[in-house]
């Protein structure tokens, strides 16, 4: 379904139809693309990242436009964590500017939400090609509280 | 499983690009060295496991939870 798209030359767009999330239209060159999938999830290639429903939210949400029921939660790290973005190794191959988006855990209670800041999603902004990095530092878990002390 | 022996400076080739060597032994560690083009991700098992363990906890399962957290974030703001 997703790929019937391709073939839609006057608009370039993929119009992807989720039970869960809804049906969008994500122009092609809008779309993030993962050669490598994330980590667990190797086909899962190209994205659209939609934004949030509050205006105030920092939390998006990446979409799989391959699996449209695929869905993670994803915020701006530097609204949370000023600075973790300077940290996160440039890619060898970017050629422009980087973007950085850490994927969020929300389990029931939101409060208990976390980040994973151990593995980032790293963009190249002008390719909006991207890959999961993995920070294998020890500074960086892979669940930081978004809400520390709340509950 | 493929089960190879290899003495203390002796490698191992995963096809033509990788290559696996053995730098140090001791008691209950080995220190491996690997060589590989840089599009093919290396990860300690723990490490991996962590990860997609994680990626897993970060599906959306529906709408309604991005919004609970959206008013999570909100409270938080307001508070400081």
Redesign the interface.
């Known amino acids: 379904m997703a790929e019937a798209g391709r073939e839609d030359v006057a608009g370039r767009t993929i119009a992807v139809r989720s039970r ?3 049906d969008y239209d994500v122009p092609e060159d809008r779309l993030l693309v993962f050669p ?1 999938g ?4 190797p086909d899962a290639r190209r994205f659209a990242l939609l934004e ?3 205006a ?4 998006h ?1 990446l ?1 799989c436009v391959d699996h449209p029921e ?5 915020c701006d790290p530097e609204r949370i964590w000023p600075g973790y973005t300077r940290e996160v190794p440039r890619p ?2 970017a050629a422009g500017e980087i973007a950085v988006l850490v ?4 389990p029931a209670d ?2 208990e ?1 976390t980040a ?1 800041l ?2 980032p999603l790293v963009v190249d902004a002008t390719s909006r090609r991207g890959r ?1 990095l ?1 920070l ?1 530092t020890g500074r960086w878990a ?2 930081h509280p ?2 520390p002390g ?1 509950g | 499983m493929l089960i190879l022996t290899r003495k203390l400076g002796e490698v191992i080739r995963v096809g033509d690009s990788v290559v696996v060597r053995v730098l140090e032994v001791k008691g209950n560690q080995v220190r491996i060295g690997i060589e590989a083009p840089a599009d093919v991700r290396i990860y300690r098992e723990e490490v991996y496991r962590a990860i997609r363990r994680e990626n897993e906890g970060a599906q959306l399962e529906d709408l309604e939870r991005l919004d609970r957290a959206a008013i999570a974030w909100q409270k938080r703001v307001e508070k400081t």
Do not use: C, K
């Not at chain 1, 695929?70 to 994803?74: I, K, S, T």
């Not at chain 1, 994927?103 to 929300?106: D, G, S, T, Y």
């Open positions: 869960r999330f809804g490598e994330l980590v667990g999830f949030p429903s509050r105030e939210s920092p939390f949400y979409v695929l869905g993670f939660v994803v060898t191959d994927l969020v855990r929300i939101p409060g939400a994973n151990m593995a999961q993995v294998d892979t669940r978004l809400f709340a």
